[in-house]
């Protein structure tokens, strides 16, 4: 399970506006826990794919590499990435799954005619089969935390 706030929701959502109609990316930064890890900042990065950004992102590894000493700067974990995927499910794709790596944080953005949409949230199984969705707990404002869908 992964939570965020309100602020860092809208934050993913307006870059996925942004960036539309290409795919945007990011990193989740945050604290882990026992049963949930929660993000506590969200850092956009520059889609580093060159053909089809419209349907790819890439994160570039001096950006990885940058992500993981902002993270461990601030005492804090690179809890994952997420992305949009304009005009297209909040799934992740098999270049997505082929891409990924079991131990991160997979935050979708579904994005249609430029208006972020829905939003999940998956994890990659230990033997990178397969994306398994997982809760994502929007909390804020005083409200109780709650389950994106």
Known sequence: M?????????????HGRQAYPEECCGALIGEKGGKMDHVTAVEPVENSETDSRRRRFRISPEDY??????????????????HSHPDHPAVPSEHDRRHALPFFH???????????SEMSSWILSEDRGVFERERLVVAGDGESARGED
Do not use: N, S, T
């Open 2 to 14: 992964i939570a965020l706030d309100k602020a860092l929701r809208a934050a993913i959502r307006a």
């Open 106 to 116: 997979y935050v979708v953005l579904r994005v249609v005619e430029g208006e972020p």
């Open 65 to 82: 590499r940058r992500l993981e000493r902002l993270a461990a700067d601030g005492g804090r974990d690179l809890l994952g990435f997420y």
